[in-house]
């Protein structure tokens, strides 16, 4: 079968929509946002090809990776196995890096398992290696035969000191075995910062200058018998403000005095928090606790994440950590020159090694992402570099026969890179797959096989297809939005004049976080501002790690350290900053734009208020669909009820206590302006915003969403159901 034919598609916003997809091509699905392209990509193509492949699995294994519902879809003809891409970065480890999600780090670890020269810890030689016998094993050695084993180790031959065998998980930060004990593998670790701890010094011990314990500070508490106790024996006094204590006293109270035994002994504020934190079971202490602790560096490896004798390994004077502090281009460059300095036998055991490692390189190089180093905590890595990543990955296992997926590749990148992109997507193509893009790029638009325009609008108003062809096709119908910006018909509007700036700057200096070369930085305010470049410039760097979190760590006493640089001029032109990125705004079916926006709480006062509702005694508790006391039990406020089918996929049926309203028929009888909670959570914001017209709060939050184009959503949507665009 040379197509994909999906008949019937109705999940989230489609219509019934019917189409055809051309198998080993390369289809773009295009569309403004909210127009359903996700929703047929990965909520119906992706979920049912998923779904297919878990249910030809054994009963056995199904039992692991539990079962996939069926998308909304009459059926789906030609359908392969099918891999998702997609920019999301939720869930992903602390541990995980761009070595990691590569698997270039894996590769990485055998070759220094491999080929790999230890060097003493003390004096740096290199380890001799050496076979010895050992007589009297230990307790669970004694079942050794003869009881005699024969091990190897490395051994220094100036000051004895001696390294056992080294292994793959030697060389693993996720390992016991390679992890560095101070910090786990982490390269960072939490401590108690005493700035957060004593966040306002012209407050006395009494007044509650000291924050995680003046909750807890009442006169019979342990806390305050032990701080009056520390005020007799150092001759302070609890009403004096902590500015005006001597830098021994404030330090005493910080980390403590003396032993146990001793008579003027103290714990200490932050030796109780960290035991505290280490010992309990409880997420709500730790959490608590959390609030008065900031990420620092690891003082034991120094960020390393490995133990110190695992970073005296080297390979051409290098470690594993300093390979994987490079960035791409110059990893390649070390293992293109790696070989000719190699013995023989080196060469022979590690070809293989080398080879896939330079392969996966140049992939990583193919995307645009070259700039990337190893070490890269994958959290910090943008959602479109991310994908790019994982495309690299899927690009180095040669698969075929595959339908791909993927959620705007093109996002972030910039033109110069973006012929790289296509070439790739097109050599995944060539490998008898089927590539689905969704996408709003001119570029790989005019170089796709074949496009699928999905509208006319969002939401309610989209789902339906609009056009469908070859670029050429889709730029000739008259019926596809973005056929006429193809062709140049329609464009974005180019303001003719520009807002002048007041004299009033920003002004970085001296900015050297990754790979800024100590440079100043002068923005505009109450301007407009863009700060554009190649990929890998330092665009994210500048604004993201260094700017954003500089000034929230300043007005918002945010935890996070901004990126190096040397000062930030201007902050007193401001007083707020916000930071709007690209994470989800919703990990639940039960968030909502109504709760997230924050529009909901006032929405539940407002019923409040009703003569009935008070009548009843009811508060706003009563018109959450989240707890106890208004919504529906049967279905605990989901409106649907789950049964499992073990076996098979989960089935939902609509509660059929509430009908899906959420709510118990109590809360469903207090009415404003004719309609219920249940009602107006069911109308699109622009409705709602005509219905709350004269409340002034919800006015200014409605009109703003109607404003930036969501008009169209209903305000009780899950928020697991919006696009990326929406969000």
């Known amino acids: 079968m040379d197509k994909i034919k999906v008949v019937g598609a109705r999940v989230h916003n489609l219509k019934n929509i019917t189409v055809e997809i051309p198998r080993n091509q390369l289809t773009v699905l295009t569309g403004i946002s909210g127009s359903g392209k996700s929703s047929l990509a990965f909520d119906t193509i992706y979920a049912e090809g998923q779904r297919r492949y878990v249910e030809s699995l054994s009963n056995y294994a199904r039992q692991f990776l539990g079962s996939l519902e069926k ?306 905590n994958a959290e910090s890595l943008a959602g479109g570099e991310a994908q790019r990543i994982r495309l690299a990955t899927q690009l180095g296992s040669y698969l075929t026969g595959v339908i791909y997926i993927l959620d705007e590749p093109s996002i972030g990148l910039h033109e110069r890179d973006q012929e790289k992109l296509i070439k790739n997507l097109f050599r995944l193509r060539d490998l008898d797959n089927t590539v689905i893009v969704v996408e709003h790029d001119k570029q790989t638009m005019d170089a796709a096989d074949y496009i699928i325009d999905i509208g006319p609008g969002a939401g309610e108003l989209g789902g339906k297809v609009m056009a469908q062809g070859t670029p050429q096709e889709i730029k000739n119908d008259p019926n596809s939005l973005t056929g006429q910006y193809l062709t140049g018909k329609k464009g974005i509007m180019i303001p003719k004049k520009r807002r002048t700036t007041n004299n009033k700057y920003l002004i970085i200096k001296g900015a050297t976080e990754h790979n800024l070369k100590n440079i100043d930085v002068k923005i505009p305010l109450n301007t407009f501002t863009c700060i554009t470049g190649v990929s890998g410039s330092g665009k994210s760097t500048l604004v993201s790690d260094i700017l954003a979190k500089a000034l929230s760590k300043k007005f918002h006493h945010a935890k996070s350290e901004p990126g190096a640089h040397k000062a930030l001029i201007g902050t007193q032109f401001i007083d707020k900053v916000i930071n709007i990125d690209q994470s989800a705004i919703g990990r639940t079916p039960r968030s909502n734009p109504a709760t997230y926006t924050g529009v909901f709480t006032t929405i539940r006062e407002i019923f409040t208020s009703n003569t009935e509702a008070v009548k009843r005694n009811y508060n706003s508790g009563h018109f959450s669909f989240n707890v106890k006391g208004g919504r529906c039990e049967n279905c605990k406020g989901d409106g649907v009820i789950k049964f499992e089918m073990h076996f098979l996929p989960d089935v939902y049926i609509t509660c059929d206590t509430c009908h899906g309203r959420r709510y118990n028929k109590e809360v469903l009888d207090i009415y404003h302006k004719g309609k219920n909670i249940a009602d107006v959570l069911e109308m699109t914001i622009d409705d709602v915003w005509q219905f709350f017209k004269d409340v002034p709060i919800l006015n200014t939050k409605l009109s703003v969403l109607s404003a930036v184009g969501l008009g169209y959503m209903k305000l009780g949507q899950s928020a697991t159901t919006l696009s990326g665009g929406e969000a």
Request: charged share 25%.
């Open 71 to 376: 998308p909304d879809v009459d059926y789906i003809e030609g359908l392969s196995p099918a891999l998702s891409i997609d920019q999301k970065t939720a869930g992903i480890s602390p541990r995980s890096t761009v070595g990691t999600m590569s698997e270039i780090y894996d590769y990485l670890r055998l070759l220094f398992t491999r080929i790999g020269i230890s060097h003493c810890i003390n004096c740096g030689k290199k380890l001799v290696k050496r076979e010895i016998e050992i007589i009297k094993p230990d307790e669970e050695d004694k079942k050794v035969a003869n009881n005699k084993i024969n091990q190897t180790i490395y051994q220094c031959l100036d000051c004895q000191y001696s390294l056992s065998e080294l292994n793959i998980s030697s060389f693993s930060f996720n390992s016991p075995r390679g992890a560095c004990p101070g910090c786990q593998g982490l390269g960072e670790r939490l401590e108690v910062d005493p700035k957060l701890v004593l966040p306002n010094l012209r407050l006395t011990i009494s007044e509650g200058a000291i924050r995680p314990w003046s909750r807890t500070t009442s006169h019979s508490s342990w806390y305050n018998k032990a701080l009056q106790k520390l005020a007799q024996d150092f001759h302070f006094s609890l009403e004096t403000p902590v500015s005006h204590l001597t830098k021994q006293i404030r330090k005493v109270i910080l980390d403590g005095f003396g032993v146990p035994t001793d008579s003027k002994y103290f714990e200490g504020v932050i030796p109780n928090l960290e035991k505290r934190y280490k010992e309990t079971d409880s997420d709500y202490i730790q959490n608590e606790i959390e609030k008065y602790m900031v990420k620092r560096i690891c003082p034991v490896c120094g960020g390393k994440r490995l133990k110190q004798e695992i970073l005296k390994v080297t390979i051409d004077k290098k470690n594993i950590v300093e390979i994987s502090a490079m960035n791409i281009t110059q990893i390649l460059d070390f293992f293109n020159k790696l070989n000719s300095k190699l013995s023989v036998t080196e060469k022979k055991i590690v070809e293989q090694i080398v080879n896939d490692i330079i392969k996966r390189l140049k992939f990583i190089i193919e995307v645009g992402l070259s700039y990337l180093t190893l070490d890269r």
